[in-house]
């Protein structure tokens, strides 16, 4: 059974940092994985998604790698804004069924 | 991006009624829709996986007589909660999934509809 696990919970940066959002996934037998940002109360927006076959993803100040020796998927925000302040969501989509299991969220805060 | 949208976005309710809401891709045909709810501060957990034509696929430990899918078309799907109590409240998110576009089973995620049920 497919768990998806994110480090840390939460996380409170001054603007202008470069930080890691961590995700790791117990079942390598991924299809894709995306992230995603939640605004409070509010749905989904996808950032970046990563097929199986790839090694990273790129859009704007976002980067995000996959490992699936290891299990791991990296988010790699540089230079941080306060506008970044959301709650980031990785998910793994296995493949047979194609579901897609979320984890728990990094609830992510920058200060001006 | 592929849109989807959701409707009511917020509804009220007494207990006993039942509340239906829409899922609808706009731009894209979806043959495979996905059900979440959402507790506070808690991440998507999968209701159901609705697939076009036929009967909707449900996790365990979801009530398939409570919560009735209906995916009729390729553009939109329906969840109606039946006979609500207030343990149903939470936000209920939709996502289609792509499969004819270069980003190939993409989820793309509906705004979510927040239900209360007094």
């Known amino acids: 059974k497919q768990e998806v696990t994110q480090i840390p919970a939460a996380l409170s940066v001054p603007e202008g940092e470069n930080l890691v959002l961590n995700c790791s996934f117990t079942d390598s037998a991924i299809y894709n994985l995306q992230w995603f940002r939640q605004d409070p109360g509010k749905g989904l927006t996808s950032l970046l998604l990563i097929q199986s076959s790839q090694r990273e993803q790129t859009s704007g100040r976002l980067n995000a790698s996959l490992d699936k020796s290891s299990g791991r998927s990296t988010l790699y925000i540089a230079a941080s804004q306060p506008g970044d302040s959301a709650t980031y969501l990785c998910a793994a989509v296995n493949t047979g069924g194609f579901k897609t299991i979320f984890g728990a969220g990094t609830r992510l805060f920058v200060k001006a | 991006g592929a849109v989807v949208s959701q409707h009511p976005s917020r509804v009220i309710c007494k207990s006993g009624t039942s509340v239906k809401i829409e899922c609808r891709s706009l731009?894209?045909?979806?043959?495979?829709m996905f059900w979440y709810r959402q507790f506070p501060k808690q991440s998507l957990m999968l209701m159901a996986t609705s697939n076009e034509g036929s009967k909707a696929t449900y996790e365990q430990g979801v009530e398939k007589d409570k919560f009735l899918i209906n995916h009729a078309s390729l553009t939109l799907s329906t969840l109606t909660v039946t006979s609500a109590h207030p343990e149903d409240s939470s936000f209920y998110i939709c996502?289609?999934?792509?499969?004819?576009?270069?980003?190939?089973?993409?989820?793309?995620f509906g705004p979510g509809t927040r239900l209360t049920v007094l």
């Open positions: 731009d894209f045909q979806a043959t495979t």
């Open positions: 996502s289609a999934r792509v499969g004819d576009r270069g980003r190939y089973n993409e989820q793309f």
